[in-house]
């Protein structure tokens, strides 16, 4: 059975629809401040494969209502942190906030900066941005230079290479697939047996 080949052409044909766009702007909006919604790389990704020439106009769409949820984000910290708290705590988030508050003390400006490329969700460090008062501008041009970096760099490279990889994709998409699902489960078990 073909799963994840399955999977991948339903995702390319979504990425051609022309609402498609509208969509990923929604995603990257409140993937910036809402626990625990995924980042928007995951349609970013195949909308820019599937539309090689919108790629860069996608990656702009994506870094605009990014860094307005991260606005918001960053409202929610500054003024409504007590009722977030607990969402932070439930969704097991507390750790990586934490983490990320020991980075806005020791780095401020380049935290936010390395949160374009951390796995560490952005939406930690808008609210913790929010937490901690950073000053706006700093944050917004942090914000701007590391998520667009990341998002650019996303989509030029797969505007560039990817036509010429995506049958190589296609064909081993089931092996791909079913590896990252074994690593997920390794990493799930060997967290658990650390824990």
């Not at 505007?159 to 799930?188: M, S, T």
Request: aromatic share 18%; with cysteine; hydrophobic share 55%.
């Amino acid at each position: 059975m073909q799963v994840f080949e399955k999977i991948y052409r339903g995702v390319m044909q979504f990425s051609r629809r022309r609402q498609a766009p509208y969509y990923l702007s929604l995603l990257s909006f409140v993937e910036s401040f809402i626990l625990p919604f995924p980042p928007p790389d995951v349609m970013l990704a195949p909308m820019a494969l599937a539309r090689p020439s919108r790629a860069l106009h996608l990656a702009s769409l994506t870094l605009f209502f990014s860094v307005l949820g991260g606005l918001v984000g960053y409202a929610i910290g500054a003024f409504l942190f007590d009722q977030a708290e607990p969402y932070i705590i439930s969704w097991g988030y507390q750790a990586r906030f934490e983490t990320v508050i020991g980075w806005f003390d020791q780095w401020g400006f380049w935290a936010v900066l390395v949160a374009g490329f951390s796995p560490v969700p952005y939406k930690i460090f808008t609210i913790a941005a929010g937490v901690l008062n950073l000053a706006i501008i700093p944050f917004l041009l942090a914000s701007i230079i590391g998520r667009g970096a990341r998002f650019f760099l996303l989509a030029w490279c797969l505007a560039k290479f990817g036509p010429a990889i995506e049958p190589k994709l296609v064909r081993y998409i089931e092996y791909i697939g079913w590896a990252v699902v074994v690593a997920l489960l390794v990493a799930i078990g060997l967290y658990n047996f650390n824990s």
